[in-house]
C-alpha cells in the first residue's frame, strides 16, 4: 500500500490518519482518494484507477432511455421531421 501523506506538506509535522489541516502550522493537506482493488493515490475526480483500471466511487453508469419496439431511435426523429 502506497504512502498515504502522513506528513505535513508545508512543515513536516506528522499528522493523524485524514487529517485536513497540519495541527502544528493550519496548513490544510491534499486530500485524495485511493483505488480500492490496487492501493494507488488517485486524483481527485477520478472515475477509474490509472493503474488498473478499477472504477471509483465517482463512477456514475450512464442509463440509456429503452428504444420501443421497431424504433430505429434518432433516425425516427429526424424522419419524423421531414414530414
Not at 49 to 74: E, F, H, I, Q
Amino acid at each position: 500500500m502506497p504512502d498515504r501523506g502522513t506528513t505535513c506538506q508545508q512543515c513536516g509535522q506528522k499528522l493523524e490518519g485524514g487529517a485536513a489541516f497540519c495541527d502544528e502550522c493550519g496548513t490544510k493537506q491534499p486530500q485524495y482518494m485511493y483505488c480500492e482493488k490496487c492501493g494507488e493515490k488517485l486524483e481527485g475526480g477520478s472515475v477509474f484507477c490509472d493503474a488498473c483500471g478499477t472504477a471509483t466511487s465517482n463512477y456514475k453508469p450512464v442509463r440509456k432511455k429503452p428504444r420501443k419496439p421497431g424504433s430505429l431511435g434518432l433516425l425516427d426523429e429526424l424522419l419524423a421531421d421531414l414530414d
